[in-house]
């Protein structure tokens, strides 16, 4: 069995590699004018420090494939890939075989004609495809081409704290608006206790694209459409400016230092399906017994429930490999979307591959930290095919939500006034990558 190689300081590494690069790119041309290339065998992938338990579990299961493991930075919105690809795209040589991108976002610059560095997986691994709902991996499909393999699945369900409602009598909501009625009366009823969260990057997929606003809608690789004027933005900020007045919701982040003392005070909220362990177990420390989940709501009029999705991972392969560097590259890829040895027994969250969902979902039991563990079961499965559409793009949404929404709250502004100056920030954050706004 081969020794594990884990090549941690990545900072190094890679400016190795893309002093490597700018030797090689003497020769001239670009990323799109390399001919593909073909180790032997041997690759290289690069994994942010939660994924570096994928790649050994790979090395465990595939010893006699060589492989390197360069761990990044897993900065979500960080620039270090990004510009690290660019200098291998402008030399024409130095990507990683496969890699995991430290933000979703990344998929949009990796896939763009001026790099194409993420390969259409469509004929190479149509079996494991297969295996996702088109919903989950909607995030992947580029212009008809599935160009990355989504790691877990993270939409929103509604979380509640059950023991909560049941001792005050709170009938749970189905629709939005009963959410938005019901989170005023609580706050009326019982000061200080909270039904959403403003302040971090995942609130607009929380509300607006739950709601169907359209902020990521790609027309083209250079076209956007965002419309906050759009009804669907309307109602969702409507929804918000009620919850907000009453104070139900604050202007913190999930993920800020201080949300623990506001999350134990949490009553419900859209919530991605890893809030369950991640934020209310290890995070806020809310006793077990208490959180429960079920599906997401839907608006009133509409019949199927509407949600968003806050994050989820993607894995990437170059496209600039081939023969057996790309063979065993797609192994890997296959390996850490769809086997048990990482998706089941190692990754925190719901894996985005449907054939092991199930065995993930199982261990909920023996965990039995929710509240009726059976509903919030179904409820994980019955959120993915709820995902409103949404594309990852060159603008950082979230980054200009967060830039936005809760200073202009924390500045006495209104709802209304917040959302408006993100909707303009977007458009000019559009625009100054290269989009033309619709």
Not at 258 to 271: H, I, K, R, T, Y
Request: proline share 5%; glycine share 10%; with cysteine.
């Amino acid at each position: 069995m081969k020794t594990k190689r884990i090549l941690v300081g990545s900072a190094g590494l890679i400016a190795a590699a893309l002093a490597l690069a700018g030797c090689a790119g003497n020769s001239g041309g670009g990323a799109s004018e390399q001919p593909q290339t073909d180790s032997g065998g041997k690759i290289t992938v690069w994994v942010d420090p939660p994924r570096v338990p994928a790649a050994e579990a790979f090395q465990e299961a595939y010893p006699d494939i060589e492989i390197d493991v360069v761990q990044i930075d897993g900065t979500v919105g960080g620039k270090t890939v990004k510009q690290s690809f660019a200098n291998f795209d402008a030399a024409g040589s130095g990507w990683p075989d496969a890699i995991f991108f430290p933000s979703n976002d990344d998929i949009a610059w990796a896939t763009s004609s001026s790099s194409n560095y993420a390969a259409d997986l469509t004929e190479l691994l149509p079996d494991v495809i297969e295996g996702y709902d088109p919903a989950v991996l909607s995030f992947c499909d580029i212009d008809g081409k599935i160009r990355c393999l989504r790691n877990d699945a993270a939409p929103d369900v509604f979380w509640y704290n059950k023991a909560f409602l049941d001792e005050n009598g709170y009938t749970l909501p189905t629709t939005w608006e009963e959410y938005g009625d019901l989170a005023v009366q609580i706050a009326e009823e019982h000061p200080g206790k909270i039904s959403g969260f403003l302040g971090d990057a995942y609130a607009v997929n929380r509300y607006l694209q739950a709601s169907g606003c359209p902020t990521n809608d790609r027309v083209s690789e250079s076209e956007a459409h965002i419309d906050l004027s759009d009804p669907t933005c309307v109602r969702a900020t409507e929804l918000l400016t009620q919850m907000y007045d009453a104070g139900a919701l604050s202007t913190q982040g999930i993920f800020d230092g201080d949300a623990a003392e506001a999350g134990v005070n949490l009553v419900m909220s859209p919530g991605a399906v890893w809030w369950g362990n991640y934020l209310f177990r290890d995070t806020w420390k809310i006793p077990a017994g208490e959180m429960s989940a079920v599906a997401p709501l839907s608006w009133e009029g509409e019949s199927e429930p509407s949600t968003g999705n806050e994050g989820g991972g993607l894995w990437g392969v170059s496209s600039h490999i081939t023969g057996k560097q790309l063979e065993n590259a797609l192994t890997f890829a296959t390996f850490v979307a769809t086997d048990p040895a990482w998706q089941v027994e190692l990754s925190t969250g719901l894996p985005g591959y449907g054939p092991v969902q199930d065995a993930w979902l199982a261990k909920l039991e023996s965990d039995a930290y929710f509240a009726d563990i059976p509903t919030v079961q179904q409820a994980f499965k019955d959120a993915a095919s709820a995902v409103q559409p949404y594309s990852y793009m060159l603008y950082d949404t979230g980054s200009v939500w967060t830039e936005t929404v809760s200073p202009t709250l924390i500045a006495d502004g209104t709802v209304e006034e917040a959302i408006a100056k993100f909707g303009e920030e977007l458009v000019n954050q559009a625009t100054s990558v290269g989009y033309t706004v619709q």
